[in-house]
């Protein structure tokens, strides 16, 4: 095996590393980790620790009572995409159901670009965009967000080119948390002819959702996820919606993509809304809580956020004061070096007391120095 040529590994495709963790740049000790033990504080992925563990067991356990995996049964698909659809206010067949919205990043990539072909989208955001364009071998253009993180809807229209397919935003937007405005949106979906993907990973936390849009206009996919609102980031699972006409192309290339088990019990969830709103709130009284005491360090820049997570700059070296974490036993994501906003890290909106134990991390390694 070790002298063989593997001539069908091009390149592009061994040059991707595994998703072992390297990928997302996670620290290892990260993975295994369970996060009510108190050992590593995890603040670095965007997880929702405010959905109680217990009530999303006890609801997966009826679920599992409810019915008989032996079948191909797609009636608990059919039930899950009327309940999303009144959950989101849209008609059901406007509604693509998928094991995570990456998957459906993904999915967009492979049936809508081949080499040659260029993606718009916008920088700082969620780096994932560009990995799973390029492995189409098609170009990542980026357009800068204005200073005040605004999206320079002019620029972005210039840089879509007969070329261009698909255009990639993210609202709110991962990194910098802020959520764009519908005209904005709207300017940008009806001024130009490639796909729209809104990536609304974070809508819940922000003050609205565009999905009425994508199902009015023939070009725009809103693609949402279950993995921070509902906390169900280790269930896998998330949809899109979309005009009738492109939801009917996703579901015929994802047919069996969502287990019978998950649909049942996302649907005993989706009866149960207030959990999930209680924790919403709760993840929103902690941000601003967050957002104002980490204001009051004065050591480090904040970004306001609209989502489940909150970016800051120190001023002082951020990979150090990341690995001053780290070593404290708190994982944040240290963002690198970054057009716009420069060298900042993100930390996740936790309970009270992971944020307290945060700031008071932080406080000793800023004053560390
Ligand atoms: N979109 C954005 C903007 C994200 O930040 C993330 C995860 N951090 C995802 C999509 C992936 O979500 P999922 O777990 O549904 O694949």
Redesign the pocket.
């Known amino acids: 095996m070790r002298n063989k040529n593997l001539g069908w590994l091009d390149e592009r495709i061994g040059s991707l590393k595994s998703f072992d963790g390297s990928l997302l740049g996670y620290v290892g000790s990260s993975r295994n980790i369970n996060a009510d033990s108190g050992q590593v504080l995890r603040l670095d ?2 997880e929702n620790f405010f959905i109680d563990n217990n009530v999303l067991t006890s609801l997966l356990a009826e679920a599992v009572k409810s019915i008989d995996l032996r079948l191909y049964d797609p009636s608990g698909i059919v039930e899950l995409r009327e309940a999303l659809g009144r959950y989101v206010c849209v008609p059901p067949r406007c509604i693509t159901v998928s094991s ?4 459906l ?1 993904d999915l967009v990539a492979r049936l809508f670009l081949e080499k040659g072909d260029e993606v718009v989208s916008i920088v700082p955001s ?1 780096f ?1 965009y560009r990995k799973r364009v390029e492995l189409e071998g098609a170009k990542f253009v980026e357009v800068p967000l204005n200073g005040d993180l605004s999206l320079d809807v002019d620029a972005i229209l210039e840089n879509v080119s007969s070329r261009t397919k698909v255009v990639f935003i ?1 609202s709110p937007n ?1 990194p910098t948390g802020n959520q764009f405005g519908w005209d904005e949106i709207r300017a940008l979906a009806k001024e130009s002819s490639a796909l729209i993907v809104l ?1 609304e ?2 809508a819940e936390f922000g003050d609205f959702s565009v999905s009425s849009l994508a199902v009015k206009e023939r070009n725009v996919i809103v693609i949402r ?1 279950f ?1 921070k609102a509902f906390g169900l ?1 280790g269930l ?1 699972f ?1 949809y899109s919606v979309s005009h009738p006409e492109l939801s009917s192309v996703i579901s015929e290339v994802l047919p069996y993509t969502v287990s019978s088990l998950v649909a049942e019990f996302l649907v005993r969830l989706l009866s149960q809304l207030d959990i999930v709103e209680k924790s919403v709130e709760k993840v929103k009284a902690e941000r601003s809580r967050l957002i104002r005491s980490l204001c009051a360090l004065d050591r480090v820049k904040v970004l306001d956020s609209k989502a489940n997570f909150v970016t800051f700059k120190p001023y002082e070296k951020a990979d150090l004061v990341c690995q001053g974490l780290s070593d404290r036993g708190i994982l944040v994501k240290d963002l690198g070096d970054l057009p716009v906003i420069g060298h900042c890290l993100r930390v996740t909106v936790g309970l009270p007391h992971m944020n307290d134990c945060f700031l008071d991390s932080l406080e000793r390694v800023l004053n560390q120095g």
């Open positions: 992925s965007n995570g919205s990456e998957q990043v969620f994932m993210c991962n990536d990973a974070y996820t993995s980031a896998r998330g």
